[in-house]
């Protein structure tokens, strides 16, 4: 019985699967060395990394096939949960391939990427293993499941408050530099919204930018470029700069030109979180996030969903989705999905969160994922149903084949019902709680078959059929969520 030593945490290595699965991936380390190539791929051109879809780039593509990209999840720095493997088979089995991942240690008994000393302060040139072990087996076990780590690099509430008080960043915590020396207060009491700490101006320019803060950003660039010695290695990997930041985007396009950068030739896509895209025509940040493609490569919308609710959450995505039609075509990720707590803030409660979920789905998102509870629905049964559902439409309609088509609807009342469509083809309409309306079919004559999908069980409903060349009523069988899926004959 062989032990290993890692600081704060005892891995035993006599567990046959992590053996078979650590040698698996030495010889497969060594063999692409030998070849010339990141491990994960089979030759330099990295065709079976995650992209955008050739053939519409409005969504993704991994191992060279489109993809729809769904998720739910317990924690957000899924890294650091103890039933990893457990949690990452039950999104699997219900049809999820998206986490997101925060580099984050700001819960109970989370660790820490520094070195902890006897003393109890860090060594920020020394790291613990144990935590980039973690980091490291979630990208093995991601990826040996085709599932999609959408990673967070700096989430800005691990720098204020309780969590700053036990940071390693935070010169009180650490034998590296004091507050004089690296341009940092022990204490930063506030909401991070507010934009007051200097972690996140360590940039030469930024309006907090100070000359100390250049050790700070040495740091910075050392523990970014320590998860990337990891994370480059796979080609499953979303890079999301920040969690719904405030502070001015030089910030995030520095980081991501650095990660470009270090990834070389090697294609990765980068984008950042911007806190305001629940109003995006009030914000700066994302009005510029969506006028530069070159920069952002990726769009995450995720604020939507709060503050937004039913028909007015689904005018703002569409009128984001709009605006990204005017450039250079790219995805649009929610990989954060609020709904439960009725917070002062505007979470909602846990039903909203699924109608949002679903809203994002129907209005063309290429990535939506169901935040973290209490203020999102996790993998709950509920959420579990949700993917279900989409999967199943999917076996009927492809959403990267049909486009938002409202103007085809009528007799509808507000947030009664949402459709996608290929005009003379597909159609799916989303009802988020029953209702009846009347769909336009009378271009196209002929028969046409249906199906319904109760959201809420996430199990197949009855078939149906209707005739086309005229206006034709749809009434959805019940009270509660349902997908109408049809197909012309």
């Not at 290993?4 to 497969?28: A, G, Q, S, T």
């Not at 989705?321 to 909602?348: A, D, F, H, I």
């Not at 947030?415 to 989303?430: P, R, W």
């Given at each position: ?38 491990p994960g791929q089979d030759d330099n051109s990295y065709t079976n990394d995650i992209k955008p879809y050739t053939e519409n780039p409005r969504y993704w593509q991994y191992k060279g096939n489109p993809v729809l990209l769904l998720g ?50 860090y060594d920020l040139n020394k790291w613990n293993e144990a935590y980039w072990y973690k980091f490291e087996s979630l990208l093995e076990l991601t990826s040996e499941r085709d599932i999609i780590v959408q990673i967070e690099v700096w ?25 004089d020396e690296c341009g940092m207060a022990s204490d930063y009491p506030r909401h991070p919204s507010g934009d007051l700490q200097p972690f996140f101006h360590s940039i030469p320019g930024m309006p907090k930018y100070s000359q100390e ?277």
């Amino acid at each position: 019985m062989n032990w290993l030593w890692i600081p704060n945490e005892l891995v035993l290595y006599d567990k046959h699967r992590n053996m078979k699965r650590h040698f698996i991936f030495l010889c497969f380390i060594i063999l692409a060395v030998i070849s010339g190539c990141s491990p994960g791929q089979d030759d330099n051109s990295y065709t079976n990394d995650i992209k955008p879809y050739t053939e519409n780039p409005r969504y993704w593509q991994y191992k060279g096939n489109p993809v729809l990209l769904l998720g739910g999840t317990v924690d957000d720095n899924l890294f650091q949960i103890p039933n990893l493997e457990e949690h990452l088979d039950l999104l699997q089995s219900i049809g999820g391939n998206y986490i997101r991942n925060t580099m984050s240690s700001r819960d109970s008994g989370n660790l820490w990427p520094f070195y902890p000393q006897p003393d109890g302060l860090y060594d920020l040139n020394k790291w613990n293993e144990a935590y980039w072990y973690k980091f490291e087996s979630l990208l093995e076990l991601t990826s040996e499941r085709d599932i999609i780590v959408q990673i967070e690099v700096w989430d800005r509430f691990d720098y204020s408050r309780n969590p700053w008080m036990v940071n390693p960043f935070n010169p009180a915590n650490n034998v590296n530099y004091t507050e004089d020396e690296c341009g940092m207060a022990s204490d930063y009491p506030r909401h991070p919204s507010g934009d007051l700490q200097p972690f996140f101006h360590s940039i030469p320019g930024m309006p907090k930018y100070s000359q100390e803060l250049d050790r700070v950003r040495n740091y910075q660039e050392r523990l970014v470029d320590k998860l990337l010695s990891y994370s480059l290695h796979y080609g499953n990997v979303l890079y999301c700069m920040d969690n719904e930041t405030s502070t001015p985007p030089e910030w995030g396009r520095y980081w991501m030109k650095f990660i470009q950068d270090k990834a070389g030739d090697k294609q990765v896509y980068t984008t950042d979180m911007f806190d305001r895209f629940f109003i995006p025509r009030q914000c700066a940040s994302c009005l510029a996030a969506l006028a530069n493609p070159g920069i952002y490569e990726f769009l995450d919308a995720s604020q939507i969903n709060s503050r937004n609710f039913n028909e007015t959450h689904w005018d703002t995505l569409i009128w984001i989705l709009q605006q990204r039609e005017l450039y250079t075509l790219r995805p649009v990720n929610c990989v954060k999905v609020y709904g439960g707590m009725n917070t002062t803030w505007g979470s909602g409660s846990n039903a909203d969160g699924i109608e949002r979920f679903l809203r994002n789905v129907v209005g063309g998102c290429a990535a939506v994922r169901h935040h973290r509870p209490p203020t999102g629905n996790g993998l709950s049964e509920k959420s579990q149903a949700s993917i279900k559902s989409i999967r199943l439409v999917e076996t009927m309609v492809k959403m990267w084949d049909v486009n938002p088509h409202m103007e085809l609807l009528s007799d509808r009342e507000d947030d009664e019902a949402y459709l996608t469509a290929k005009e003379g083809e597909s159609y799916v309409i989303l009802f988020p709680d029953g209702g009846s309306v009347t769909l336009d079919l009378g271009a196209y004559p002929g028969r046409f078959s249906g199906r319904w999908i109760d959201i809420g069980s996430g199990i197949w409903g009855e078939w149906f059929s209707l005739n086309g060349g005229d206006l034709t009523e749809i009434t959805a069988p019940g009270p509660g969520g349902w997908f109408a899926v049809i197909n012309r004959e």
